[in-house]
């Protein structure tokens, strides 16, 4: 199904980029990080910052984040909602953003008990749509035919591709510190994540479980 329309406009797109915009204002406030995004520390015992869980997917701080958040929400419309009913698309959707957001905790946790570094635990945020676009991502690369986009000098470029390119872009941005590592990780949790759900648990409504295709294998 196509994405829900009022007045000629369609609504999840246009409303999802709104937030995004009006949580990036409020990020000019002092301290809202640690109230809209995930910080390690506060979102586990004893103070249980749980709401947090759902304004970190609408909060960035830095304009290019929300630039890609923005380019995340095009893409989701356009790859998910053409093949998947709405709720499919929000379960999708939060399946990405939630267990990637848990599995970064676990990574900086981990990260702060062999380091003992403090900054893991208190004034790292984890926030934006990063694993969603890995999401739509792995979507696009099931729904779309593995077409030829360019001729390379190294061989042809093609659909399948694309997800890898991205990785390797988020990873380069981090290394230079354009971008934090934490994006990466968000990413490359929210690719592995929608993969697993895919290949494994969605339900079809012809009765199937998951997609066991050898052209949706990981290494395809």
């Known amino acids: 199904m196509a994405s829900p329309v009022l007045f000629g406009v369609k609504v999840w797109p246009v409303l999802s980029m709104a937030i995004l915009i009006i949580f990036y204002g409020l990020s000019f406030v002092d301290s809202s990080v640690f109230y809209f995004a ?23 701080n830095r304009l290019l984040h929300v630039v890609f958040d923005m380019a995340t929400v095009y893409l989701v419309d356009v790859v998910m909602f053409p093949s998947w009913n709405l709720s499919e698309v929000i379960r999708c ?17 981990l990260g702060y008990a062999c380091t003992f570094n ?15 676009l890995g999401a739509a ?46 994006h990466f990780l968000l990413l490359t949790y929210g690719a592995l994540v929608t993969w697993v759900y895919l290949r494994f648990f969605q339900r079809h409504s012809n009765g199937d479980i998951g997609d066991t295709t050898d052209a949706f294998d990981f290494s395809g």
């Open 93 to 109: 959707c939060v399946l990405a953003q939630f267990f990637s957001s848990g599995l970064v905790v676990c990574t900086l946790f």
């Open 38 to 60: 995930i910080t390690v520390a506060r979102v586990l015992p004893p103070h249980y910052w749980f709401w947090t869980l759902f304004t970190f997917s609408f909060f960035n």
């Open 118 to 132: 403090l900054d893991l635990l208190w004034t790292t945020p984890i926030c934006g749509l990063s694993p969603l």
């Open 137 to 182: 991502l792995v979507v696009a690369r099931q729904l779309t035919p593995d077409n030829v986009l360019a001729n390379l000098p190294l061989g042809k470029f093609r659909t399948k591709h694309i997800a890898f390119t991205m990785f390797f872009c988020f990873l380069i941005l981090a290394v230079l510190h354009v971008t934090d590592y934490v």
